[in-house]
C-alpha cells in the first residue's frame, strides 16, 4: 500500500538548517509529484511547496522563499526539505505528500520541527 | 492569491446531514478543482473529494462535493452522520497563473 514515512524532524536552535526526508514505497514515486504542506500547532494547513515528478520544476510559498529547498532523489524513492534560517514561525508538523501539481493524494504521517532556543 | 473562506466549526447530530461551505475570494469557482480534505485529531490529513465531486476508493458514498458558480464556493456534504466523522475539514484549490496550492482555513465538525 502507498506510504510515506518523514523523518529528520526534532528541537533545533533559531538560525540552524534542517534536512528532512520523506521515504516512499507502495507507488511509482518517480511518476508523481509531490508536495510539502505544514501545520503550525493548533493551526491550519499551509502549502510549502511541489517539485514535479522528475525533479525539474519546483515552487514555493511565498512566505518560505529563499530558505526552504525541496528536492527528491528518485532512484532512493525519496523526498527532502532543506530549511534554512530556522525561525520560531517554521515550528510546525511537515507533512510530505504525493500528487499532481495542484492536489496532494496521499499524505505521510508528518515530522515535528520546533524550532526554540 | 486568493483566499478560501470556511466557517470555523459546525455541529449536526449523528444520523444528519451537514454541509461544509468553502467560499473563494476572487476568480471563479469553477476555473479550478476543489479537494477536501480531512484530519481527524492527532492524525494526518486525508484525502476525501478530489476534482469538485470525486471519493477516492474507500471513501464512502456518505461524502459528496459539489460548487456553486452563483455562490462562487464549493460544498463538500456528509450525510448519515457518524461520530467517526468528527474532525477538521480543508478545501483546497490552486491558481492557473502558478502552481501554488491554496487551503481553506479549517473548519471543525462536532458530531453530537
Known amino acids: 500500500q502507498v506510504q510515506m514515512v518523514e523523518s529528520g524532524g526534532g528541537v533545533v536552535q533559531p538560525g540552524l538548517s534542517l534536512r528532512l526526508s520523506c521515504a516512499a514505497s507502495?507507488?511509482?514515486?518517480?511518476?508523481?509529484?509531490m508536495h510539502w504542506v505544514r501545520q503550525a500547532p493548533g493551526k491550519g494547513l499551509e502549502w510549502v511547496a511541489v517539485?514535479?515528478?522528475?525533479?525539474?520544476?519546483?515552487y514555493y510559498a511565498d512566505s518560505v522563499k529563499g530558505r526552504f529547498t525541496i528536492s527528491r532523489d528518485n532512484s532512493r524513492n525519496t523526498l527532502f526539505l532543506q530549511i534554512n534560517s530556522l525561525r520560531a514561525e517554521d515550528t510546525a508538523v511537515y507533512y510530505c505528500?504525493?500528487?499532481?501539481?495542484?492536489?496532494?493524494?496521499?499524505w505521510g504521517q508528518g515530522t515535528l520541527v520546533t524550532v526554540s532556543s | 492569491n486568493f483566499m478560501l473562506t470556511q466557517p470555523h466549526s459546525v455541529s449536526e447530530s449523528p444520523g444528519k446531514t451537514v454541509t461544509i461551505s468553502c467560499t473563494r475570494s476572487?476568480?471563479?469557482?469553477?476555473?479550478?478543482?476543489v479537494q477536501w480534505y480531512q484530519q481527524r485529531p492527532g492524525s494526518a490529513p486525508t484525502t476525501v473529494i478530489y476534482?469538485?465531486?470525486?471519493?477516492p476508493s474507500g471513501v464512502p458514498d456518505r461524502f459528496s462535493g459539489s460548487i456553486d458558480s452563483s455562490s462562487n464556493s464549493a460544498s463538500l456534504t456528509i450525510s448519515g452522520l457518524k461520530t467517526e466523522d468528527e474532525a477538521d475539514y480543508y478545501c483546497?484549490?490552486?491558481?492557473?497563473?502558478?502552481?501554488?496550492?491554496?487551503f481553506g482555513g479549517g473548519t471543525k465538525l462536532t458530531v453530537l
Open positions: 517539485i514535479s515528478y522528475d525533479g525539474g520544476n519546483k
Open positions: 476572487s476568480g471563479s469557482i469553477a476555473s479550478n478543482f
Open positions: 505528500a504525493s500528487g499532481n501539481y495542484h492536489r496532494a493524494e496521499s
Open positions: 483546497q484549490s490552486y491558481d492557473n497563473s502558478n502552481p501554488y496550492v491554496v
Open positions: 476534482d469538485n465531486n470525486q471519493r
Open positions: 507502495g507507488f511509482t514515486f518517480s511518476s508523481y509529484a
